[in-house]
């Protein structure tokens, strides 16, 4: 089979990164091209990335050349795929321009996320939203953008897609604890976070509720439905360098003991199992039955096969909350900048390419 050739636009960052070290041995994917800024275009890509991730920049990677995120630089390369990593104050219009070009645009960035015909994807929970594409299509655009959720929505959307069909969730109370990548690698100075916490993230509680009513809702009629189920997030950033932690009070429609619910996210599979897509875990969600797991360090990597290792979600601690009749409490995470971002976008690219979209 030949393989569809990708753009990566924002390589040289944190998510950037992910996407060239997961696509350099893609089979599906082939990447032929990584964008960034002015300040990285027409540099070597080995002298413009400053890598952060353990092992060799990949060498399909080390010697191309840096291009502008531009559509005629892009379109140049012959790639029909686009990977954005882009940060949101200028992805909207690059994003578009890509799309308006014929390219298939796969997003991490916020600014598409909440357009009422853009799908805002993570493949286990809601794949049939991809249905939202043909409006994009009908307008008259020759590509169209898909998008995925804020790098905190992605660990609670897998553990509650499982309990809404099982249980049904009446409301969601989270509290998150980010680690330092998701703000990019300038993003926090280590004098503000080493031997500290920051109780704010802007825009993230924001983020965390209308993402997850939105995917945890339907594409009916022609739009996007969003879910009646208000979420309060609070949001932290704390000295850890990948895996978001989230703990998690979810109000039942109904009771549910909490063996029950474990049995439910064990036994959670989704489209990209059904598939077997190569960026696939086995299990979208495994639960530790320690009693102080799961941690960053510990299990921010967990997914086998190897291509999906950090794209498992791992819960533990459930149990039942004692100011809520239907009450549970868990604690959830997974690798921001793996599920949260860059392995997310690609497994979306997956079940495009494996239902004949792009
Ligand atoms: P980052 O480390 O700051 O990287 C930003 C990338 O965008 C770099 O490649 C940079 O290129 C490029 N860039 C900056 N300004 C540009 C411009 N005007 N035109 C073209 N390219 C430009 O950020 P990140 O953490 O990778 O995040 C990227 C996006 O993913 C953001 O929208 C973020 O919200 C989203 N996201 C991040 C995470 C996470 O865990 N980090 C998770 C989910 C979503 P230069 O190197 O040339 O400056």
Known sequence: ?????????????????????????????????????????GRRYGDAARWYIPGEIP????????????????????????????PSDVAGPMEHSLADAGMAVVADTASHRMDAD?????????????AALSVQRAG??????????????????LSLKPLQAAFGIRRVIVVTMQALSGAGYAGVPSMAIVDNLIPFIRN???????????????WSDGSFQPADIPVSASCNRVAVLEGHTESVLVELDRFASPEEVEQVLRDFQGEPQRLHLPTAPEHPVIVRAEPDRPQPRLDRLAGEP???????????RIRRDPAFVTGIKYTVLSHNTIRGAAGNAILTAELLAAKGLL
């Open 1 to 41: 089979m030949e393989r569809t050739k990708a753009v990566v636009c924002g390589a040289t960052g944190m998510v950037g990164q992910v996407y060239v070290a997961m696509l350099s041995d893609h089979p599906w994917f082939e990447l032929v091209g990584v964008a960034a800024s002015e300040r990285s275009a």
């Open 59 to 86: 060498d399909v990677a080390r010697s191309m050349t840096v291009l502008p995120c531009t559509a005629d630089a892009v379109t140049a390369t012959g790639a029909t795929l686009v990977f954005s990593a882009l």
């Open 118 to 130: 853009v799908p805002l994807i993570v493949p286990e929970v809601n794949a049939d939203h991809l």
């Open 140 to 157: 008259g655009r020759k590509g169209f953008i898909v998008t995925g959720p804020n790098c905190s929505t992605a660990a609670l959307i």
């Open 204 to 218: 993230e509680e924001e983020k965390i509720a209308r993402e997850t009513q939105k995917m945890l809702g339907s």
């Open 306 to 316: 190897a291509r999906a290792r950090g794209m498992t979600a791992v819960a533990g």
